[in-house]
């Protein structure tokens, strides 16, 4: 009896060393260490490439912390796991006592049903002796007959007021486990990505792409399209890109086994594909740009990132998540954000703490990641929104239309007259050269605001008018979505030189063809391993328009057959 009582008490302990394990997502000093060391090296790598970029040769610096910012998330990816006990055994002994709580579940439902069994058996055995009887017998059927009867006509009330609140519970709310409005998100802020890199082949990001097919000589009513609507959507898509993969991240990592499973799934499905492209797909595209450009010159490229720095640094935010994460407990969940808290919190995180990084540092990149508006501190404060809004249910229940304080026209009108603002800035006083200062800390300070709340209506918007469940268009989207991520940019390229081949076999007069002045190669040994093309200014929009077109009917249906392949479709 006391070693019975003894295992008891051991089991409890176990038990409640299991569930704080649990709760409290990994505490051991070993990730606490990496996590610490992750951050200083962080900050050593800002200060590595400032040096590098000013003492020895410009844009070099952000090459260098690109790679070893592959370097730090491959220890940790590959190399790094820790093989602690609260790691390796996170939820064995929940998953244990969850089976546990089922099995007397299971025992008390099969103990119910044999007292309604027995209960039945005796209600027959009475209603016999009932028919044996006399008068008295009949007395007692007539009476169990009247009270059946009102007993029923009760029922038949309450299945009407069942019917009545149904009809009034009216919006349906959204009750899906996995919202379709935000894989349809997904899919569109895809297909705005590949119309931004678009534009970068017309000018629209100054030289910062592999192949630029024009830029200094465009009509100025085309280059101005292209520069304005490329600083837009620069603003909003990848942190709310970051938003929207952060959302599905607490329900990923508690449906793992243990913190090493989770960080297993992410490195297959992120990390693997990145590497991939980074040592082939990326060089040969950069190769394909300068053959079309200046195939007599030899080429040079330094390795970088380019456009999958989003894979790079949404594993590093998994793995930080995967370190700190707190198990959602029976608490008190947050409302949604009211207007002011929003616009405080945009203005303070997406702001004022991001001025210092294009101030002390430049427009270029970090990690990877570009220093600009709507970057660095938007990514990581809208993927925190992300995790607040799975765990409090901000998408789930009522409407988000519901929820808001302020109707969903009048947010527009506020991204709006955001958008706006930021177009004359950036127009008037052409802020990228940061003359005046005042203008460049308003353009950050609205852009701040912009970036969340141009998010958050675009998220209304599709939550209002997507399916609840995915029809065979979404579907093709959706699945087809991370491919086109992945190689839209080989696409593009491939059709801008296309293009430009096409185009001068067409014109065959040298003073109007499409040409590229070797003397006005780029300072940066990065994307852009070309000069920017130079002539037929009259046809750069019907060329925007053409590889527009073309780069779109290409890349979903390739990256949708590719994403079917044999082992890809268990990746991608």
């Known amino acids: 009896m006391q070693s019975d009582i003894n295992s008891t008490k051991s089991g409890t302990t176990s038990m409640e060393e299991t569930s ?7 505490r ?70 969850d089976k546990r709580t089922e099995a007397f579940e299971e025992q008390d439902n099969t103990r119910s049903l044999d007292q309604e069994e027995g209960q039945k058996r005796s209600n027959l055995e009475i209603e016999n002796l009932a028919a044996e009887s006399t008068a008295e017998s009949s007395k007692i059927a007539v009476t169990a007959t009247s009270v059946t009867e009102v007993h029923a006509k009760d029922d038949g009330d309450d299945n009407d007021n069942d019917i009545l609140i149904e009809e009034e519970d009216t919006p349906v709310p959204v009750t899906s486990s996995r919202l379709v409005f935000l894989d349809n998100l997904k899919s569109f802020l895809t297909f705005l990505v590949v119309t931004l890199h678009v534009n970068c082949a017309f000018g629209g990001c100054q030289d910062f792409w592999f192949l630029v097919v024009g830029e200094s000589s465009q009509p100025p009513i085309f280059a101005e399209l292209v520069r304005q609507s490329s600083m837009l ?38 990390y693997d594909p990145a590497i991939v492209l980074f040592l082939t797909v990326l060089p040969l595209t950069a190769a394909l740009g300068h053959w079309v450009a200046t195939p007599e010159q030899g080429f040079t490229y330094i ?51 991001l001025l210092p990084f294009p101030a002390l540092m430049g427009p270029v990149t970090f990690g990877g990641m570009p220093l600009l508006h709507g ?26 239309a519901d929820k808001m304080d302020i109707s969903p026209w009048l947010l527009r009108g506020l991204v709006l007259l955001e958008a706006s603002t930021m177009v004359i800035l950036f127009y008037v006083y052409n802020v990228p050269s940061g003359q005046p200062i005042w203008a460049l800390v308003v353009f950050f300070l609205v852009s701040g605001v912009y970036t969340v709340d141009m998010g958050l209506a675009l ?29 839209h940019p080989t696409v593009i390229v491939a059709v801008s030189a296309a293009y430009v081949h096409v185009f001068n076999v067409i014109v065959m007069e040298e003073d109007r063809m499409i040409v ?7 300072k940066q040994l990065l994307e852009a391993v070309a000069p920017p093309g130079q002539g037929a200014e009259e046809y750069y929009a019907m060329g925007w328009c053409i590889v527009f077109c073309l780069s779109q009917l290409i890349v979903w249906p390739l990256s949708y057959g590719i994403a079917h392949l044999p082992y890809l479709n268990r990746i991608l």
């Open 516 to 522: 590229f002045d070797p003397t006005q190669k780029p």
């Open 303 to 353: 390795l970088t990132l380019g456009h999958l720095w989003f894979n790079i640094w949404l594993l590093t935010l998994h793995w930080v998540y995967s370190t700190l994460a707190e198990q959602p407990q029976q608490e008190k969940q947050l409302p949604f954000p009211s207007t002011y808290i929003r616009m405080t919190a945009a203005l303070l995180f997406c702001g004022v703490l």
């Open 375 to 400: 970057s660095v501190t938007c990514d990581l404060f809208l993927y925190a929104m992300g995790i607040m809004a799975r765990n409090h249910e901000w998408l789930q229940g009522a409407p988000l």
């Open 28 to 97: 051991c000093s070993c990730c606490s260490f990496r996590l610490t060391l992750w951050c200083l090296g962080l900050l050593g790598l800002m200060g590595i490439q400032v040096t590098i970029d000013k003492t020895v040769q410009e844009y070099l610096g952000q090459s260098v912390t690109s790679l070893m910012m592959i370097l730090l998330v491959t220890g940790i990816y590959v190399g790094g796991s820790c093989r602690c006990t609260i790691c390796t055994h996170r939820k064995q002994s929940s998953r244990s006592s």
């Open 459 to 487: 998220v209304q918007l599709f939550q209002s008018v997507s399916w609840q469940r995915h029809n065979r268009y979404s579907r093709f989207f959706h699945k087809a979505a991370y491919t086109v991520y992945l190689i």
């Open 20 to 26: 704080d394990i649990n709760n409290n997502g990994c």
């Open 233 to 270: 959507l620069q603003g909003f898509f990848m942190p709310l890109f970051f938003f929207v993969s952060a959302y599905f991240v607490p329900n990923s990592f508690r449906n793992k086994r243990t913190t090493r499973d989770f960080i297993r799934g992410k490195r297959q499905r992120l």
